[in-house]
């Protein structure tokens, strides 16, 4: 439960204003959150459906690979 108590400290509520008409894979969340990878993942989980956030498959709008990505408008790009 590790992760948990890092995931609950980490800044969910600013998500909304980070993603803004964004959309960002794992990667690039953990850039700029300051996290790690496994902690971006998992964050990007525990959020998805949470407050117009969604995990789907698109580019990322930051490094413009086709992974998981976070959308903040829930819908892909």
Do not use: F, N, T
């Not at 407050?51 to 903040?72: A, E, F, M, T, W």
């Amino acid at each position: 439960m590790a992760a948990q108590a890092r995931l609950s400290s980490a800044p969910v509520r600013v998500l909304p204003l980070l993603l803004q008409r964004s959309y960002v894979c794992a990667g690039c969340l953990a850039l700029r959150l300051g996290l790690s990878l496994q902690d971006a993942r998992d964050l990007m989980h525990v959020v998805d459906g949470a407050d117009r956030l969604k995990v789907l498959q698109s580019p990322c709008g930051s490094c413009g690979r086709y992974v998981d990505i976070l959308s903040s408008e829930g819908e892909s790009p």
